[in-house]
């Protein structure tokens, strides 16, 4: 028997972090189908597109990995679930606690040197399970979408990653890694936000995202402009004084 329990991530964690990453978005329309063409001839590689993204991104204070653990009888962990969550706003950037201040200030001096580190790590080993013309379609398309969050929809508590082993969909892990973001938007007083991937509006509108305003394919010259999917989901709030 196992059971399945939430915490943060460790950074020694995140080669098998980016494998259930790798699993999990394996046969997606964008991850899989146009970033990721030739990944049945080389599946390491996927891996190592999201250990590269995720090393950069895990020293940003703003954001969280959540992993779900799920331990057997013998006490041995093994990691079935990941949600990256981020707190987007003014507000997201405050820390009250000494501990938060430390994080932000070793975080802020490591990022830069973790994106050229990737960088070029990226260069010495190309990633040969991507097109080349759609590996960055994703941080190209930002600026066409990223006011979507702002007046009142900029704090928020945002979804950027929910990937769960193929294996263990279905079986709540997902939910449970939803509900940690929602309970922390509420807490916050603040919108929870993501980007579903194709086929997954279902499963979120069940999660309590009662909302769709906006799509990451939006906007003329997007370079995602005719994938399926992304819409973009929304928590209900009430109003702020």
């Not at 980007?195 to 305003?213: L, M, P, R, T």
Request: proline share 3%; glycine share 8%.
């Amino acid at each position: 028997m196992s059971h399945t329990v939430l915490r943060n991530a460790c950074y020694s964690e995140l080669s098998e972090v980016a494998h259930v990453m790798a699993r999990a978005f394996w046969d997606d329309n964008l991850f899989g189908d146009i970033i990721h063409p030739k990944r049945n001839q080389y599946p390491d590689d996927v891996d190592l597109y999201w250990l590269r993204r995720a090393r950069v991104s895990f020293w940003d204070s703003r954001w969280r990995f959540i992993v779900a653990v799920e331990k057997d009888n013998t006490g041995h962990e093994r990691i079935v679930g990941i949600a990256q969550w981020a707190r987007l706003g003014e507000d997201g950037g405050k820390r009250e606690s000494s501990y938060w201040y430390l994080q932000t200030y070793i975080g802020d001096l490591l990022k830069p040197f973790f994106s050229f580190a990737m960088m070029i790590h990226a260069w010495l080993w190309p990633n040969r399970a991507s097109d080349p013309m759609t590996e960055d379609i994703i941080e190209r398309s930002y600026p066409y979408f990223h006011t979507i969050w702002s007046d009142k929809r900029a704090e928020s508590w945002f979804l950027d990653v929910l990937a769960v082993m193929p294996e263990s969909q279905g079986t709540g892990v997902g939910r449970k890694l939803v509900q940690w973001g929602l309970e922390r938007a509420e807490a916050d007083g603040v919108y929870a936000s993501v980007i579903s991937a194709f086929g997954k509006d279902g499963f979120y509108c069940k999660c309590g995202f009662s909302e769709q305003y906006g799509n990451a394919t939006e906007g003329e010259g997007n370079p995602l402009a005719g994938v399926k999917g992304a819409n973009i989901y929304w928590t209900a709030i009430r109003d702020r004084v």
